[in-house]
């Protein structure tokens, strides 16, 4: 659970009244949240419910429809790149090229964040992921799961205050899964504030402090995780 | 990180992107040499019309040859929403930009060793070394001309389907200018200059190319941001 110190914080993540509107269609309506630093947040909800669209508004990937937003104090549209420094997502794609090779897309990564990254620092990143053999092979070439695995060391370059993960579990073998479970305990020690939408509540459920459940882009219930699978396993 | 390290890493990315998937470079290359010779068949063998055309193809396939190139260096972007990955990093959106826009022209750029020969020969034409040094210049000019707003349309049309129609639909209007700066300068250079009016005409390639990627430069941002 995030510490008394922490909820007195700026909060990491703040929204009043945020929504998104594709064409007629309302994906998220009148949000208001709150995520306290070091605090980890679990996004459910049925396919649809806005959960994807609330993490690309936090991120800064969509502009708000309506409603105001702040990510540890700042103003997302005037200090863009600074909010960027201050988060990563790693969303439903893997925004990788497929002909560069694993240790090409890390430096690709970290020359943009403005990090010299050498290759043996590289190769520590892509062991932790299980990688370092395939450092030199292009990406095209990955399945999947190595691609997601590639993918989510973007969440340790840099180490930034704010990450934002989208069904992190999809695609990942069971080693990969309890990974990142370990590093999400990770972050929460380490402070660092974490929202995640996930459709593996047994699994996602136990890490969090705090769930919010989405229905239709409109946020319908909040509690701890063990509620949720309570209130999902009540409803269903 | 300044705009210009930015830039350059984007560059370098999309050159070793360019060097592993050497088929854009080939098959773009092809398109304009096929572009030459189907102009040159339809001109027939009047070798002075042909000289006084063979300026206006070049330019021709270039453009052809462009909109090819453009609309492949933002299918890789998008391929596994790339595109995106870079818009997380710190970032600045600009950058993107100019890295894409000069990454663009050099890749125009490549198509000047292999077109120019072509087309002198088959258009007949005698080139001196001095000749060829700024017939290179006006392309690189009139490359840089096309990339600028090019780059922007790309960006703009890329999650399209029909972005192979809108594209060509968007970008040919606008350049315009370019094309005749590079039409008129580059056919002066194969049939002769009395008047020396290439620099003239040179100026004004160069002063599209800066006005198109200063204004293009802008908008970018805003162009990007909410269409990926």
């Keep these: 659970m995030p510490s008394r110190a922490a909820n007195t914080a700026i909060p990491a993540v703040q929204t009043t009244g945020l929504g998104k509107r594709f064409g007629r269609q309302w994906a998220l309506a009148h949000c208001d949240l709150e995520v306290q630093p070091g605090e980890v947040l679990l996004l459910a909800g049925a396919n649809g419910s806005g959960k994807t669209t609330l993490l690309r508004l936090i991120a800064g990937l969509y502009k708000p429809t309506q409603g105001s937003m702040s990510i540890y104090g700042m103003d997302p549209e005037q200090e863009k790149l600074a909010c960027r420094r201050t988060l990563t997502l790693v969303g439903h794609d893997n925004y990788l090229y497929s002909q560069l090779s694993a240790l090409e897309m890390l430096q690709v990564w970290t020359r943009l964040r403005g990090v010299e990254l050498s290759e043996e620092q590289a190769i520590d990143l892509l062991r932790e992921v299980d990688l370092q053999d395939r450092r030199d092979y292009p990406v095209g070439g990955f399945s999947a799961g190595m691609r997601k695995r590639l993918t989510l060391l973007r969440t340790r370059l840099e180490e930034p205050k704010l990450v934002l993960l989208d069904e992190p579990f999809s695609a990942l073998d069971a080693s990969g899964q309890n990974l990142i479970e370990e590093w999400i305990e990770g972050y929460r020690s380490a402070g660092k504030t974490v929202v995640l939408a996930s459709h593996n509540l047994p699994r996602s459920s136990k890490l969090c402090d705090r769930a919010i459940l989405l229905q239709q882009g409109q946020m319908l219930w909040q509690g701890t995780g063990a509620d949720l699978l309570n209130h999902v396993g009540a409803t269903a | ?228």
């Design chain 2, 1 to 228: 990180m300044s705009l210009f390290r930015q830039a350059l890493t984007v560059v370098r990315k999309d050159l070793l992107l360019e060097w592993r998937g050497k088929g854009r470079l080939i098959s773009v290359l092809l398109f304009g040499v096929v572009t030459l010779l189907l102009f040159s068949f339809a001109v027939g063998p009047d070798s002075t019309l042909m000289r006084a055309a063979a300026g206006g193809f070049l330019v021709l396939a270039l453009l052809l040859s462009s909109t090819l190139g453009l609309s492949e260096s933002f299918r890789v972007e998008q391929e596994q929403r790339a595109i995106e990955g870079l818009l997380l990093l710190p970032v600045d959106p600009i950058a993107l930009y100019y890295g894409k826009t000069l990454s663009n022209t050099l890749f125009l750029m490549l198509l000047a060793p292999v077109l120019t020969p072509v087309a002198l020969i088959l258009y007949s034409v005698q080139l001196d070394l001095q000749g060829l040094a700024v017939l290179l210049g006006l392309w690189t000019l009139a490359a840089a001309g096309l990339s600028a707003p090019g780059t922007l349309y790309a960006a703009m049309t890329s999650r399209l389907q029909s972005q192979d129609v809108l594209l060509p639909l968007l970008l040919f209007p606008l350049v315009i200018p370019v094309l005749m700066g590079a039409v008129k300068s580059i056919t002066l250079i194969l049939t002769g200059d009395p008047m020396s009016q290439v620099s003239a005409w040179a100026t004004l390639l160069a002063s599209f190319a800066i006005i198109y990627s200063s204004l293009c430069g802008l908008l970018f941002p805003h162009a990007i941001e909410e269409g990926i």
